[in-house]
């Protein structure tokens, strides 16, 4: 049986951690709010719009907000244009093996759409993905579930057909709370509340994806 993969950005197809620190420590040094690895760790994967409240202050203005936003983003993206990223170990061969099997795929991400339409041309990944949900697209960011379930409507996919692939704890519990499958992939270590959990997609075994749908 074959369905739809909802992909995550940071940590699935790609390790972008490096990038987005880099691109938050200047900005927020500019702004004249320095900020500490452990920090930026601490808010890795969540929405700006809730990550500068905490470093600018619940007072900050939203203009001072979309502003600091908006500038590291931008440095972000550069800095992807100018080093290059390779995709993660095994994210490759499985987009294109899914591809080949009739499997529908989207990206699902709270990134922002500028830095996805990057990651996808710098990896040349765009051509294997049928939809694309950013951060524009949604008004909850995960754990909330809008994510994916704009995803699947977007492939015309009920959620049960839906296997969501995801690198977090908040990612794990949206593809729950959306009635969908899951596959957890960390570095850091097993994801508990996943139907499938490895630490690099090569682990999958070539059957993972179609045994999570099957009756």
Known sequence: MTGAV?????????????????????????????????QFLATFGLR???ILPQWLGASAPLEAIDRVGRDKETLYRKLLRERGVAPLAGAAEWVRRLKSGGWLQAIASSAPRANVDVVLEVLGMGSFFQAV????????????????????????????????????????????????????VSRKGLLSGADLSVTSLTQLPGSAFAALLSP
């Open 133 to 184: 949900v950013s951060a524009e697209d949604v008004t909850a960011g995960k754990p909330d579930p809008q994510v994916f379930l704009t995803a699947a409507a977007r492939l015309g996919m009920e959620p049960k057909a839906c296997i969501v692939v995801e690198d977090s704890p908040a990612g794990i519990e949206a593809a729950r709370r959306a009635g969908m499958h899951s596959i957890g």
């Open 6 to 38: 909802l992909w995550d950005l940071d940590g699935t197809l790609l390790d972008s951690e490096e990038y987005h620190w880099g691109a938050w420590r200047e900005t927020m040094a500019e702004a004249g709010h320095p900020i500490t690895r452990e």
């Open 48 to 50: 700006n719009d809730e």
